[in-house]
């Protein structure tokens, strides 16, 4: 009895230990993801920039983690601006957002799609008087990341893509691959495609884009969970870049800011020439997009099969969800302070740091207006 | 243990009151403690009880909707509409990836236990008991990401030998030879090592409590060091082996981090445990969980309900394996 006590006692402290090491370690790694070393020279820079306008007290938000480092930065440079404001973001994932938010338990929510009929409905109920919106604010470019020893250079398209993540195309050297890229020696491999394990708006996003650029290639309905059979997958958008990254023949979709480091392929869009992911090219075909939102709401239809000239369009744009009326009093100064500032173009600009695509400026500037209203 | 030192100072006269039973003069100290004890007893068969009805409420609801078979369906698509999902898949993993798991961890248990108590010398057993409780101590998720980054590109090597040697098995068969080995053979490996350290706590412990005149009855006969132990030691820890390898496998049907980050998911059915694919219970949970709908949480919930009866059935019957095999050792010792 006293021995297992003892033992127990013993492994609570270690569990302890561990426990604070891997908190201590999962910060650090944030604040890695981040990037961009300009962070602190692009605070000191915004700060005059920011209009604290009576905003206090503390905001709580909850939501996509696809957003998490953008609002992350945003935050610590508003909180250096206006020393009265707490803002707390948990990236618990959008589902968990948006129900945070419809239970009336944080100022905003942060989400990778924007709002179903029900949950505007039952939004209802926390905005009095007035119903929840969609304000589109970061754009997550998504790249298609792949490690193929020998094969810097790899093009590919909408099709070929498709089949690739339908294990259609199960090995490297296949004809439609080879065709796309002339130059390159693939070798005779098997094709690992690595999905995400847990419900994303990466996937998402991704799926959608196979689906209207290839709707022949691709029967699934689409959603937040993966549908195809068959490939790899892995747990996080960490996890998909660390299994592309030690496995030989691995292709995978992944957020931008994971993608260092790893091989990104280019894609032929029908536009003049192969497109390369970078935080432009994505932008470019955000602005292609449709305000497809009504009254009040700025929900986006982006344009996945776009061929306008040097546009990546596999991005995902996350909204910022809160109450055109019926915001709560104590929270409503501070709020509308800070989503002003995130919208504003100082912040925006300061997102490629991040790997992240600023919102194009008809679209930014609709975003700021809408904030402007909130009540 | 604290409440006892402070309710019940121990009065000279008890022991001798308790010995006449009923008779005996009750205290206040006395009746507070029985009182407060029987209060803690209620109080967890109230919280199972809640946890039971929750479970069955909202399972009940989520099954109610499922346009496809509860028990049958692979997919589960519960955030669609309409929803579609089924726990065949999760209930086939759970179970391969915690037979494997307890096929590798409990002759290795058993045997780091009879090592422990007796052949290891007494400086080498102390060292050994704490790195074995160093194990149990590190987290889930630990194990996870040592899993994912450390032992599945170290596994290829083994996966591939496997496929081809034993392939003709059809179990060590890779439809597609050279994948990464994300698949429920790894995530066995894992829980297996994980518990590990629960199974050989226990059996060493029951080990230990072989009558000392077993033994040496035994080796009174001219047996060897290894005949004594089959014939004396280990059919009296039998049961104790037996219900600690029931608390292993129960941890390993409900281990959640570690599957999730080395196991490749699908909603593939197969006997090939070299393929990645198929999914448990508590990882298909956590990794729906943060984006679910509320009637895809439901779902979720419904399909914890299924482990938790699972976690039941195993309990009963390491109980009735138990009893029965006491009948044995009581009418041996």
């Known amino acids: ?375 | 243990m604290e409440i006892t030192k402070e309710t019940a100072p121990p009065p000279p006269a008890v022991p001798a009151a308790a010995a006449h039973g009923r008779r005996g003069v009750t205290r206040p100290g006395d009746r507070i403690f029985s009182g407060l004890s029987r209060g803690s007893g209620i109080l967890l068969l109230v919280l199972m009880a809640a946890i039971a009805v929750f479970l069955t409420v909202r399972a009940a609801n989520a099954i109610s909707q499922d346009h496809g078979n509860f028990l049958t369906t692979f997919e589960w698509d519960a955030n669609t509409t309409p929803p579609v999902f089924g726990i065949a898949v999760l209930l086939y993993g759970t179970l391969v990836s915690s037979v494997i798991a307890m096929a590798i961890a409990v002759p290795i248990a058993v045997g780091i236990a009879l090592f422990m108590t007796h052949y290891a010398p007494r400086r080498l057993g102390g060292p050994l008991a704490y790195v074995i409780d160093l194990l149990a101590a590190v987290p889930s998720i630990v194990y996870g990401l040592w899993g994912a980054l450390f032992l599945v590109p170290h596994l290829q090597g083994l996966t591939s030998w496997l496929d081809q040697y034993l392939g003709w098995t059809v179990i060590f068969d890779q439809s597609n030879p050279g994948t990464a080995p994300r698949n429920l053979f790894t995530a066995g490996i894992l829980l297996a090592i994980m518990i590990l350290p629960i199974i050989t706590n226990v059996s060493r412990e029951v080990i230990r409590q072989v009558p000392a005149a077993h033994e040496e009855a035994a080796l009174a006969l001219g047996a060897t060091r290894w005949e004594t132990i089959r014939m004396s030691v280990l059919p009296f820890a039998r049961s104790g082996i037996i219900s600690a390898s029931m608390l292993g496998l129960g941890r390993a049907l409900g281990e959640t981090m570690a599957v999730v980050t080395v196991l490749s998911s699908s909603d593939k059915l197969t006997a090939h445990i070299l393929d990645p694919g198929g999914g448990t219970f508590a990882a298909n949970i956590a990794s729906h969980f943060g984006e679910a709908t509320s009637l895809g949480r439901d779902a979720l919930i419904a399909s914890g309900l299924v482990l938790f009866v699972i976690t039941l059935l195993v309990n009963g019957a390491a109980r009735v394996i138990i009893a029965r095999r006491k009948e044995y050792s009581g009418a041996n010792a």
């Not at chain 1, 070929?160 to 439609?176: E, G, Y």
């Open chain 1, 1 to 375: 009895m006293k021995l297992q006590r003892k033992n127990r006692l013993r492994a609570l402290s270690f569990g302890a230990i561990a426990v604070s090491g891997a908190l201590a370690l999962t910060a650090c790694g944030s604040d890695n993801n981040s990037g961009g070393n300009g962070g602190g020279a692009s605070a000191s820079a915004n700060a005059s920039n920011i209009k604290c306008d009576n905003a206090k007290g503390q905001l709580l938000a909850s939501g996509s983690t696809a957003q998490q480092n953008a609002i992350g930065q945003w935050s610590k440079d508003f909180m250096a601006a206006c020393s009265g404001v707490q803002i707390n973001y948990k990236g618990v994932g959008s589902g968990a957002g948006i129900q945070d938010f419809l239970q009336g338990n944080t100022a905003f929510a942060g989400s990778d799609s924007s709002l179903k009929p029900d949950e505007v409905a039952q939004s209802k109920k926390v905005c009095k008087g007035g119903k929840a919106i969609d304000l589109p604010m970061v754009g997550g470019p998504i790249a298609v990341i792949y490690n193929l020893d020998g094969v810097d250079n790899l093009t590919l398209d909408a099709p070929t893509l498709a089949k690739i993540f339908d294990s259609k195309i199960k090995k490297w050297n296949d004809p439609a691959i080879a065709k796309l890229n002339p130059k390159a020696k693939l070798p005779n491999l098997a094709i690992q495609a690595y999905h995400r394990t847990e419900d994303s708006g990466t996937t998402d996003n991704f799926t959608k884009y196979l689906k209207a650029a290839a709707p022949s290639d691709w029967k699934y309905s689409g959603g937040k969970a993966w549908q195809a059979q068959g490939g790899q997958s892995a747990k996080g958008s960490s996890g998909v870049a660390a299994g592309v990254k030690q496995t030989n023949g691995s292709i995978a979709y992944d957020e931008l800011s994971y993608a260092k480091g790893l091989q990104m392929a280019q894609l032929d869009t029908g536009a003049s020439k192969p497109v390369a992911l970078t935080t432009d090219s994505a932008s470019k075909a955000i602005a292609d997009a449709k305000i497809v939102g009504a009254d009040g709401d700025l929900s986006l239809e982006l344009n996945y099969a776009t061929k306008a000239e040097g546009a990546w369009p596999i991005v995902l744009v996350t909204y910022e969800i809160a109450c055109d009326k019926g915001n709560k009093a104590d929270t409503l100064p501070a709020t509308k302070a800070f989503l002003k500032y995130i919208s504003s173009d100082d912040a925006q600009a300061g997102l490629a740091n991040q790997s992240y695509a600023p919102l194009p400026k008809e679209i930014a500037t609709k975003v700021q207006s809408a904030i402007d209203g909130l009540s």
